[in-house]
C-alpha cells in the first residue's frame, strides 16, 4: 500500500463530462453514427448512454435502429467519429485543470479511470495531460467497463492502494455506480444528470474551489 500520511489514499478521476466537457462531441458523435445504421438518436438517447463504454453503447445503437450489424464494427465507426469530432480538442469543465494540479502536487496519487478506449485517451485529455496522472485506465484496458467495479479496482491495484481510502470524481450513473461498487468516496459532479447525496456520495455543482481538506474529510475515520 502507498503510504500518504494521510486516510486518502489516491484520487480517481473520471474523465468524459467530469474533466472535460466531451458529452456534446459523444452526443453528435452517437448522432452521425446511429444515422449511418438509418436510425435517429434523441437526446434521451445519448443521456442514457452517458459514461458508457463504446461496445455497449453500439449495441444499443443497433437495437434501436433496428438492423443487423457487428457491435465491435458499430463502436469502432463510432470511435472514429468521436476522434473527428474531437480533432480541435474537449474544452475543460471548470476548476478540472486546477484540481488535477493541486491532486499531483499535493503528493497523493492519481488516476484516470475512464471508458474510452486507449488510442482516444490522449488526445482528448490533452489540454490536462496524460502525465498528470500517476496512471490511468482505458475502457479497452479492464476485463468488464462501467458499471462494473473493475476499472476503479484496477486503478486501485496500479497504484496499490485500498480502494475504501479513495476518493473518485465521476458525472454519469454508470461511472458513480462503479466507483461506488468499488468501494471508494464517490463525489458526483452535476453536468447531464442529478444526483442525491448519500452515503458514500456526494455531490458537487462544479470542481472549482475543490481543496485536499475537503477530499481527505471524505475518507476521514
Same mark, same amino acid.
Given at each position: 500500500?502507498?503510504?500518504?500520511?494521510?486516510?486518502?489514499?489516491?484520487?480517481?478521476?473520471?474523465?468524459?463530462?467530469?474533466?472535460?466537457?466531451?458529452?456534446?462531441?459523444?452526443?453528435?458523435?452517437?448522432?452521425?453514427?446511429?444515422?449511418?445504421?438509418?436510425?435517429?438518436?434523441?437526446?434521451?438517447?445519448?443521456?442514457?448512454?452517458?459514461?458508457?463504454?463504446? =461496445?455497449? &453503447? @453500439?449495441?444499443?445503437?443497433? #437495437?434501436?435502429?433496428?438492423?443487423?450489424?457487428? /457491435?465491435?464494427?458499430? $463502436?469502432? !465507426? *463510432?470511435?472514429?467519429?468521436?476522434?473527428?469530432?474531437?480533432?480541435?480538442?474537449?474544452?475543460?469543465?471548470?476548476?478540472?485543470?486546477?484540481?488535477?494540479?493541486?491532486?499531483?502536487?499535493?503528493?497523493?496519487?492519481?488516476?484516470?479511470?475512464?471508458?474510452?478506449?486507449?488510442?482516444?485517451?490522449?488526445?482528448?485529455?490533452?489540454?490536462?495531460?496524460?502525465?498528470?496522472?500517476? =496512471?490511468? &485506465? @482505458?475502457?479497452?484496458?479492464? #476485463?468488464?467497463?462501467?458499471?462494473?467495479?473493475? /476499472?476503479?479496482?484496477? $486503478?486501485? !491495484? *496500479?497504484?496499490?492502494?485500498?480502494?475504501?481510502?479513495?476518493?473518485?470524481?465521476?458525472?454519469?450513473?454508470?461511472?458513480?455506480?462503479?466507483?461506488?461498487?468499488?468501494?471508494?468516496?464517490?463525489?458526483?459532479?452535476?453536468?447531464?444528470?442529478?444526483?442525491?447525496?448519500?452515503?458514500?456520495?456526494?455531490?458537487?455543482?462544479?470542481?472549482?474551489?475543490?481543496?485536499?481538506?475537503?477530499?481527505?474529510?471524505?475518507?476521514?475515520?
Amino acid at each position: 500500500m502507498t503510504d500518504t500520511g494521510s486516510p486518502l489514499q489516491a484520487v480517481l478521476f473520471d474523465m468524459d463530462g467530469t474533466l472535460i466537457d466531451s458529452e456534446s462531441l459523444w452526443g453528435r458523435a452517437e448522432a452521425a453514427t446511429a444515422a449511418a445504421l438509418g436510425g435517429v438518436w434523441t437526446h434521451e438517447d445519448h443521456r442514457r448512454n452517458i459514461g458508457g463504454a463504446a =461496445v455497449p &453503447v @453500439a449495441r444499443y445503437m443497433i #437495437e434501436r435502429a433496428g438492423v443487423r450489424a457487428d /457491435p465491435a464494427d458499430v $463502436a469502432e !465507426r *463510432l470511435q472514429a467519429e468521436f476522434a473527428r469530432q474531437s480533432a480541435g480538442g474537449a474544452e475543460l469543465r471548470p476548476g478540472a485543470k486546477e484540481l488535477v494540479a493541486l491532486v499531483a502536487d499535493s503528493g497523493v496519487p492519481s488516476a484516470l479511470v475512464t471508458s474510452t478506449q486507449r488510442p482516444l485517451v490522449d488526445s482528448a485529455i490533452g489540454a490536462i495531460g496524460a502525465d498528470s496522472f500517476d =496512471v490511468s &485506465v @482505458a475502457g479497452d484496458e479492464v #476485463e468488464a467497463n462501467k458499471p462494473d467495479p473493475a /476499472p476503479y479496482l484496477q $486503478a486501485a !491495484r *496500479l497504484l496499490g492502494v485500498d480502494p475504501a481510502g479513495c476518493v473518485a470524481f465521476e458525472d454519469s450513473r454508470v461511472g458513480v455506480a462503479s466507483a461506488l461498487a468499488a468501494g471508494c468516496a464517490t463525489v458526483a459532479v452535476l453536468d447531464q444528470v442529478a444526483f442525491e447525496p448519500g452515503g458514500r456520495l456526494s455531490v458537487l455543482e462544479s470542481l472549482v474551489g475543490v481543496d485536499m481538506s475537503w477530499i481527505e474529510s471524505l475518507v476521514a475515520p
